[in-house]
């Protein structure tokens, strides 16, 4: 946790594509500053900006603390760093353009430096638009790939998650025609280990239940419609349930959401984007946050995109924005109450007592 204030954790929110809707849901989560009961707001991006969707959603009688580092916020405000001089022309809802691109990358570049540097507890990510943030830098699929090699993480896990569902991908953001090859029994069993790992650490679950899903259409019908079940997916939950973990599978796809089989698990594994995501966003769209597993800093996401069409229009629900924060904040919490637990178990241990006790003489 932050060394700035101990007893309330320190939230980065990234300004994301000013252009699409988020600035307006950041706005409306933290108007008011009711959030400071809980935590202490930083949102990265641009003072002007802010202030211009600001008056648009009619919150003059509300102000914003500008701060020039991380080390100056103001703990009972909504802090904003600015990370870019401010272009001339006015914002452009709606619009797509570089300048919104390269805010969205300045930003979330400038969040990343403070988190490394442990000023901040967790991050929030505003959509981006995944074309024009590209640039000698930000080369990525998008903001779990930047996040994974910024922080050294091979295989992070797109995790989305809600009170009544949670779901991983076994491939992200590669085309359709190459998630067949990508399904190995190495890669299944590093999503599922990094599963199991946050469900225990992350969200405190002791002896999670995941149910994984199969590639083909009915899971494979036996081998008549692929072998990826038969071959790969089916063997692997085999030998983790030998090892005592709760794995369960291969389930076909449609039935499984459509008889709501997900609400006997605590996690479901997908084996591509659109197989997880789709279901998730059809059954938990509102509240539903984007959580990348597996990495040594807390990050979330609202689930929704920039949604240009109705950016600017004040009708843009927060609901996902403020549902992230809460997450970013209880997943924070959890994190410290494991590393204590963790601790004193090993202080308990007579073991090591007895080897402190030795090394203290």
């Known amino acids: 946790m932050s060394e700035l204030l101990s007893d309330k954790p320190v939230i980065g929110i990234t300004l994301g594509d000013y252009n699409g809707i988020g600035p307006e849901v ?5 108007h008011g500053n009711q959030l400071n009961r809980i935590c202490t707001p930083v949102v990265y991006g641009s003072m002007r900006i802010l202030n211009r969707y600001r008056n ?33 022309e006015d914002i452009q809802p709606g619009k797509v353009t570089p300048e919104a691109g ?12 403070d988190l490394k540097e442990g000023h901040l507890d967790a991050i929030v990510t ?13 080369n990525f699929p998008g903001h779990t790939e930047y996040l994974a090699e910024a922080f050294g993480v091979k295989e992070p896990l797109m995790f989305m998650v809600s009170d ?22 190495e890669k299944i069993m590093v999503r599922l280990q990094a599963m199991l790992k946050s469900l225990r650490v992350d969200f405190g679950i002791r002896k999670p239940r995941i149910a994984v899903l199969g590639l083909n259409p009915h899971a494979g019908e036996g081998g008549l419609l692929g072998s990826e079940e038969n071959e790969i997916i089916e063997p692997l939950i085999k030998e983790m349930r030998a090892k005592g973990q709760l794995v369960y599978g291969p389930y076909p796809a449609d039935g ?27 059954i938990a769209f509102n509240d539903g946050v984007n959580f990348t597993a597996g990495l040594p800093i807390v990050r979330t996401s609202p689930d929704h995109g920039t949604a240009y069409d109705i950016a600017g229009k004040n009708i843009a629900d927060e609901t996902s924005m403020r549902q992230a924060i ?30 402190t006790s030795q090394e203290e003489k």
Request: charged content about 25%.
């Open 26 to 30: 950041i706005l409306k989560v933290l």
């Open 56 to 88: 648009q959603l009619e919150m003059k009688d509300w102000n914003l603390f500008g701060a020039q580092k991380i080390d100056v916020i103001n703990p009972k405000m909504t802090n904003v760093i600015t990370c870019w001089q401010d272009p001339q």
């Open 102 to 113: 390269k805010g969205a990358y300045e930003s979330l570049k400038r969040a990343v430096e």
């Open 126 to 138: 505003a959509p981006i638009n995944k074309n024009n943030i590209q640039n000698d830098e930000f």
């Open 164 to 185: 009544i569902l949670r779901v991983g991908v076994v491939t992200g953001h590669i085309p359709l025609g190459k998630i067949a090859e990508n399904i190995t029994k």
């Open 256 to 282: 499984f959401f459509a008889a709501q089989s997900y609400r006997k698990y605590d996690a479901v594994l997908a084996m591509y984007h659109d197989q997880g995501l789709t279901p998730f966003k059809t």
């Open 326 to 355: 809460f997450t970013a904040i209880d997943v924070v919490r959890q994190r410290k109450e494991q590393a204590e637990l963790e601790k004193n178990a090993l202080k308990k241990n007579p073991v090591v007592e007895k080897m």
